[in-house]
C-alpha cells in the first residue's frame, strides 16, 4: 500500500488545519488508516486512526478538537484539526494496517507547526 500525505502547514493557536492522506495498491480486508505525530528525536505516536468501517480512535489530548474521516470509495482519510494548540507541532505521517497487523506502510511525512 502506497500513502501520499498533503497538507499541514502553519497555524496559530486556536485556528485549524487539515491534513489528507491517500492510499493506493491493495487495501483489501477490513484495515486502518493512521495518523501519527513525530517530534525530532521522539518516537512517533498515534493522534487519530479510523478502520475502513468507520470505527475510530483518538490520542487523549486531540479528542474533541481533531476528527477523522475516511472515503472508501476514494481510499483517502482526512484528519480535521481544529483548536490547534503548539503542543500539536511535529511531523505527521500517514500510515495503514491490516486490522489483525501493525502499522506496514507509511507514506512521507508532513510538517504542522503551530505558533502560539
Known amino acids: 500500500v502506497q500513502l501520499q500525505a498533503s497538507g499541514g502547514g502553519w497555524g496559530q493557536a486556536g485556528g485549524s488545519l487539515t491534513l489528507s492522506c491517500a492510499a493506493s495498491?491493495?487495501?483489501?480486508?477490513?484495515?486502518?488508516i493512521g495518523w501519527h505525530r513525530q517530534l525530532t528525536g521522539t518516537q512517533r505516536e498515534l493522534v487519530a486512526s479510523?478502520?475502513?468501517?468507520?470505527?475510530?480512535t483518538y490520542k487523549d489530548s486531540v479528542k474533541g478538537r481533531f476528527t477523522i474521516f475516511r472515503d472508501n470509495t476514494k481510499n483517502t482519510v482526512t484528519l480535521q484539526m481544529e483548536n490547534l494548540k503548539p503542543d500539536d507541532t511535529g511531523l505527521y505521517y500517514c500510515?495503514?494496517?491490516?486490522?489483525?497487523?501493525?502499522?506496514?506502510?507509511w507514506g512521507q511525512g508532513t510538517q504542522v507547526t503551530v505558533s502560539s
Open positions: 495498491g491493495s487495501i483489501t480486508g477490513d484495515n486502518a
Open positions: 500510515s495503514y494496517r491490516p486490522i489483525t497487523s501493525w502499522w506496514t506502510s
Open positions: 479510523i478502520t475502513n468501517n468507520h470505527d475510530t
